[in-house]
């Protein structure tokens, strides 16, 4: 368990860094992704690799990415991981745009090391209007 929380907390500390190259290390080729931003769904690394350059253009002031009530369940050669992301940017003049979003995320152990192969974030709507509820807090 001590190996995949190790890997989220690298792959968590390159978004912060804004380090794409440090980002996309910590995917498997093959990832599926289920994005909150824009994409229904992105498959593969180079296409992933494009979603998340724009994401980060998106966040000119700095991001924001903050990792809350982790958990872990894990196999020999399979993690599955779910936990709430206080996401977001800094923008003009300082001020955090942020919202909590929910992530699960699925890793595999291949050639030594443990890759996330499918990401999954969503923030809450209301049905009634249809649009994302983004100042949802955690419980």
Do not use: S
């Given at each position: 368990m001590n190996a995949i929380k190790a890997v989220l907390e690298s792959w968590q500390q390159a978004v912060v860094d804004e380090n794409l190259d440090k980002i996309m290390s910590h995917y498997s080729d093959d990832i599926v992704s289920f994005d909150a931003v824009k994409a229904l769904h992105i498959i593969g690394k180079p296409?992933?690799?494009?979603?998340?350059?724009?994401?980060?253009?998106?966040?000119?002031?700095?991001?924001?990415?903050?990792?809350?009530?982790?958990?872990?369940q894990h196999s020999s050669d399979l993690a599955f991981c779910h936990y709430l992301s206080r996401c977001g940017s800094v923008?003009?003049?300082?001020?955090?745009?942020?919202?909590?979003?929910?992530?699960?995320?699925c890793m595999r152990h291949q050639n030594g090391e443990w890759k996330i192969a499918h990401e999954h974030y969503s923030s809450p709507f209301d049905p009634e209007t249809g649009k994302a509820i983004f100042d949802a807090q955690p419980q």
């Open positions: 296409n992933y690799t494009d979603h998340w350059k724009y994401c980060m253009q998106l966040c000119g002031g700095g991001i924001i990415f903050e990792i809350h009530q982790l958990n872990i923008q003009d003049f300082g001020n955090e745009n942020v919202a909590w979003m929910r992530a699960t995320v």
